[in-house]
């Protein structure tokens, strides 16, 4: 049977569920490299958690042919999962304790990403928390990426919970920026997040006080 919730959270997964940030960087090098563009980790930094596309047009310019931004993207994909096939992923402190907890206490939850469907597939089966999310919006799911709300939108539609009554994870500016946009709590993870409109922030989810997500959104019916 489906659960029904009232409540959801929704995550972002690089960066707030699994540190992948060295295996991005590695592919994008790599995969850059066969381009004939040097790249550097400051201009990698730069624009990690973007969709390829506005990634690459970063990179490459606005005129690069779409031909070419989905060859390129493509590649870098494929060799990212053979990364974290190969070297395996393990959840950020505190995430998976969090992830099981939410799901014993009737949460909905789901995966709101930029990532493409196939990274986020990879990653999950890597850190076994899959089946403790209901949904997942990816990359190909949507037209624009954060900081503009519809992944988050298609997030919690796809758990059918209200955009008031849902809570987004996030790591980065831009998605905090979309929850806001979205009408929907947040809570920031990271160690620079002071000047974020976020609801809470933390430095790790293992920082995170165990009533955090209740006292965002308590559940209906209790006093609080």
């Not at 790599?30 to 390829?52: H, I, K, Y």
């Not at 395996?88 to 099981?100: F, K, M």
């Not at 799901?103 to 930029?114: K, L, P």
């Not at 620079?192 to 965002?216: E, K, Q, Y």
Request: charged content about 25%.
């Amino acid at each position: 049977m489906a659960r029904v919730a009232s409540r959801a959270v929704l995550w972002d997964l690089d960066g707030t569920l699994v540190d992948s940030e060295q295996d991005h960087w590695l592919a994008w090098r790599d995969t850059m490299a066969a381009e004939n563009v040097p790249l550097t980790f400051a201009q990698f930094r730069a624009t990690f958690g973007w969709r390829n596309d506005a990634i690459l047009r970063h990179w490459l310019g606005d005129d690069v042919a779409a031909v070419r931004m989905a060859r390129i993207g493509d590649a870098k994909e494929e060799l990212y999962r053979q990364l974290v096939r190969t070297g395996g992923l393990a959840p950020l402190p505190g995430a998976a304790e969090w992830v099981r907890r939410l799901d014993g206490e009737g949460w909905a939850q789901a995966v709101a990403s930029s990532a493409p469907r196939l990274n986020i597939e990879v990653v999950m089966e890597a850190i076994g928390l899959a089946e403790m999310f209901q949904a997942t919006v990816s990359a190909e799911d949507v037209e624009r990426g954060k900081p503009d709300p519809q992944v988050f939108l298609a997030a919690a539609a796809r758990v059918g919970v209200p955009p008031e009554c849902s809570i987004v994870v996030e790591d980065a500016a831009a998605g905090i920026q979309a929850a806001v946009r979205a009408g929907m709590r947040s809570i920031a993870v990271g160690r620079n997040t002071d000047g974020w409109p976020a609801d809470i922030h933390t430095p790790s989810l293992a920082d995170l006080p165990v009533d955090s997500f209740d006292r965002l959104l308590p559940e209906r019916g209790s006093v609080g």
